[in-house]
């Protein structure tokens, strides 16, 4: 079985590594192919940084700060606390000392000539993570975040969804989220192979206008996934009206979208999703789902262990083999 999932951050990386439990070796081979986000990359210390990737690379790999849910186990921050003591920044942003060996080895490659894919590729080497690991564009795609300003011309202006999301904590209401580049990328090699040969593609409960979002942004992408033979199914990022992780509702209403796990549905529509799960606390939505055009199921979705992870796996994949009859 080949499975393709489009996935973010913390809530994707989580999922993935339940989806890799849920599918041992039972007489049948499974390849996973992850789509990463990199709209959330960045450069700082004239580094290239890319938290999505990473964060799946070292969850999968055995090597994240679980507490934390992002950078790596047993860091330090020495080389941080030097750059503050020059006066060189940002100080909001955390890179400790084991993620900037990451950061360098991606950088040096990059200005070698090589592409994400494959500088992404060389860096799994290491981490051997279970998955194909793939990057979504090796073009620069960085989702920038349109907020009130009223000391800006106009009244607003944009910041880079980091800032957005770590510095400013999403405390000021988005009014536009806006994938800068996504319009002139394309998707990176084998993204659209993957996407074609799949036998299931999903979509873990990552942001969905932030992480699967900017995926989806990337010309082609959108269009593999409606195309593609697989059944697509989604697993809601919000229960109870309320994101699982993260500040969700911000970007949720800067597009025009209700915090509830239908409209979340709704707004990935019947043409992408055939199937989708929500939590037993929103079962009351499932009819309201299904009258949209998409099969759905209610069943646990808080990743509290790693086998409730591979339980929502399950279930998903249940529902695919379900819904393709």
Known sequence: MRIVALAGGIGGARFLRGLKQAVPGDGEQTEITVIGNTGDDIHLYGLKVCPDLDTVMYT????INEEQGWGRAAETWSVKEEMKAYGVGPEW???????FATHIVR?????????????????????KPGVRLLPMSDD???????????DAPGGRRAVHFQEYWVRLHAEVDAQAIVPVGAEESKPA???IEAIG??????????????????VLAVPGIRQAVVEAEAPVVGLSPIIGGAPVRGMA??????????????????????????????????????????????????????????????????????LAAEVRG
């Not at 592409?115 to 290491?126: F, G, Y």
């Not at 960085?142 to 300003?149: A, F, K, M, N, P």
């Open 249 to 318: 509702d911000k970007v949720l209403a800067a597009v025009g979208v209700e915090t509830t796990a239908a409209a979340v549905a709704k707004h990935y529509g019947p043409g992408l999703l055939d199937g989708w799960l929500v939590d037993t606390a929103d079962a009351a939505a499932v009819p309201e789902v299904e009258e949209a055009g998409i099969a759905c199921r209610a069943v646990p979705l808080w990743m509290s262990s790693v086998e409730a992870s591979a339980e929502m796996a399950r279930a998903a994949l249940a």
């Open 93 to 99: 942003f955390g890179l400790g000392d084991r993620d």
């Open 140 to 150: 620069r795609v960085e989702t920038h975040v349109l907020i009130e300003d009223r």
């Open 197 to 214: 040969e799949a036998d299931v593609i999903l979509l873990p409960p990552s942001n969905p206008v932030v992480s699967i979002g900017t």
């Open 60 to 63: 999968l790999g055995g090597g």
């Open 107 to 127: 950088t040096q490659m990059i200005a070698a000539g090589y592409p994400l894919s494959a500088v992404t590729e060389a860096l799994c080497a290491r981490w």
């Open 189 to 191: 090699p084998g993204v």
